[in-house]
């Protein structure tokens, strides 16, 4: 029968996920219970430059693994890390001892495979067994997998992995990937396979790549990790390959172990991280997109799918692979960019507005914590009332501003009463097309380059209320963004999960927004905060109206 590897990657594929931060307790129990589960093969995590921190699974040399390779160690399981080419010194590499990792794996774009698997022979050299990861594989035509598998045997790795960075394979490309890689590797080279999940067929292909083995009788390498823990849409479950395995190949993995260490390990990151198939991921697939790109169209513009995947298809193929946040960020203003002339619009808002006070009810949750306070302020001071990009139900408003496409269309469903009764100010990235009571503003007037959460919507109001020549502003729901916990916004439904260190830098550029709009556009126009706000001290206090 053929001789099949399971390989989990959870402990270097899932530091994408947590930054590496799985703990040395969770570490260790990790690649103890994987060991006793008799998983063929367990990868620790990457060799990196930097020194190692605790907690992390980015090593900085063999010598730091050490202590996490079970004394008990199974004789048929082998320990592995891997380098992501060009990004590790191998000065730093010690050579083989038998008391750390067993092999290393090499990770490389195709454009420097030559390179990569000529640098790999000094891994050989210092006595490790080397395996070979082609990144990106399908991209390779015909002939280069060809070439990459004749200069493979020269190297005689133990094995060549083909990899679908994208998620991008259904089973006819594995099946001609494989059957040239088979055709021309030496049969004593095991092929692997490493997937993502991004158009659900991880699993599906997983048992097509057994099947292609069964019939060439070659030996293989299967990756997976816990619950597919892995960058984007994620990886293949071992939970799932390990029992298919058992039943159809007469594998011994013990699944109950597995199961545990679920139950264990694996819960707390499945509570507090997101991955696995999504809308978004599903996006990135179909296209051959790179998942960071999609991660700056989600995260920082809110952008919904369909706009997405329009943006997307705009850049060129070779394009989308990589994530070149300054050429995707041209690309999304200029999708945005839909020019109206809205100087009808400027100048009937200019008469309703010219010389009034206004209140922005922005969506932070203090909109409903202090709501009292706001409604004795709209009682005592009768502003312009403006809601930003959202709708509550405690409120009556005079005007609507939108500005983002997504929370737009939720308003329209959720409280389309409200909504269809009220007058509405829209950027034309939304719609150019003028309706009853509806103001359409250019998006680019409003919109300033320069941060890297460039539309704040209660920014470009108030960048479109300078314009309208309006006595004074005040704020109400403007909170920023909570670094401890998800609850910054009134409607569970927008908040928008991110991590500590996105809401810092999201909260850092809406203050330096802020700052930039009173220091050079706010012209005659007054602010003052009603509700606790994090931007309350991001100017001069003397800038401002006191309460």
């Not at 010194?89 to 794996?105: C, E, M, Q, T």
């Not at 490309?173 to 590797?185: C, K």
């Not at 692997?192 to 999940?197: A, E, L, Q, R, T």
């Amino acid at each position: 029968m053929t001789k099949i590897n399971l390989l989990d990657c959870t402990l270097r594929d899932g530091a994408y996920i947590n930054n590496s931060q799985f703990g040395d307790n969770v570490i260790k129990g990790i690649i103890n219970n994987l060991n006793s589960a008799k998983i063929d093969m367990i990868e620790v995590g990457w060799l990196k430059d930097n020194p190692r921190e605790n907690g992390s699974t980015y090593f900085h040399t063999t010598e730091d693994i050490i202590p996490f390779i079970p004394t008990a160690k199974n004789k048929k399981t082998q320990f592995l890390a891997m380098i992501d080419y060009g990004r590790y010194d191998i000065k730093n590499l010690k050579n083989y001892d038998g008391a750390s990792i067993d092999s290393i794996r090499v990770v490389f774009p195709k454009e420097k495979f030559e390179e990569a698997i000529k640098f790999s022979k000094q891994i050989k050299e210092k006595g490790y067994k080397l395996c070979l990861q082609a990144a990106n594989t399908q991209s390779y035509s015909d002939i280069e997998l060809i070439q990459l598998a004749q200069l493979t045997n020269t190297v005689q790795p133990e094995s060549l992995s083909i990899v679908d960075t994208f998620g991008v394979m259904y089973q006819s490309d594995l099946q001609r990937i494989y059957m040239i890689l088979d055709n021309n590797l030496n049969k004593n080279i095991k092929i692997g396979f490493h997937s993502h999940n991004n158009l659900q067929l991880s699993f599906a292909l997983a048992i097509e790549f057994v099947q292609l083995a069964r019939m060439s009788n070659r030996e293989i390498i299967i990756d997976s990790s816990l619950c597919g823990m892995g960058r984007g849409a994620g990886n293949t479950c071992t939970e799932l390959v390990s029992n298919y395995l058992n039943i159809k190949n007469n594998s011994n993995y013990d699944t109950n172990i597995i199961m545990d260490t679920i139950d264990i390990y694996m819960k707390g990151f499945i509570a507090k991280y997101n991955w696995g198939y999504s809308i978004p991921f599903c996006i990135a697939g179909q296209l051959g997109s790179h998942v960071n790109n999609i991660a700056y169209l989600q995260n920082i513009h809110k952008t919904d799918y369909r706009d997405m995947k329009i943006i997307l298809e705009s850049l060129a193929k070779e394009e989308r692979k990589l994530y070149d946040y300054d050429k995707l960020e041209k690309t999304y203003v200029n999708y945005q960019n839909k020019e109206v002339n809205d100087s009808i619009a400027i100048d009937e808002l200019k008469t309703s507005f010219r010389n009034k006070n206004i209140i922005l009810l922005a969506p932070g949750k203090t909109l409903i914590t202090e709501k009292n306070k706001i409604k004795n302020y709209i009682i005592n001071n009768t502003p312009i009332t403006i809601g930003i990009n959202a709708i509550s139900n405690e409120y009556h408003y005079d005007y609507l501003f939108f500005s983002n496409q997504v929370r737009f269309n939720y308003a329209r469903e959720k409280n389309s009463e409200i909504f269809n009764n009220t007058k509405k100010i829209i950027t034309s990235n939304i719609t150019t097309q003028t309706f009853k009571n509806t103001y359409i503003i250019n998006y680019n007037t409003l919109m300033k380059l320069g941060w890297k959460y460039f539309d704040n919507s209660t920014i470009m109001a108030l960048r479109l209320l300078a314009k309208l020549e309006v006595a004074s502003v005040s704020f109400a729901g403007f909170d920023g963004y909570e670094e401890s916990n998800n609850d910054s916004y009134n409607d569970i439904i927008l908040q928008n999960y991110l991590s500590p260190d996105e809401k810092l830098a999201l909260n850092n550029d809406i203050a330096s927004m802020l700052k930039d709009f009173v220091l050079k556009d706010k012209l005659n126009t007054k602010l003052q905060f009603i509700t606790d706000s994090q931007f309350k001290n991001a100017v001069t206090q003397d800038l401002f109206l006191n309460i």
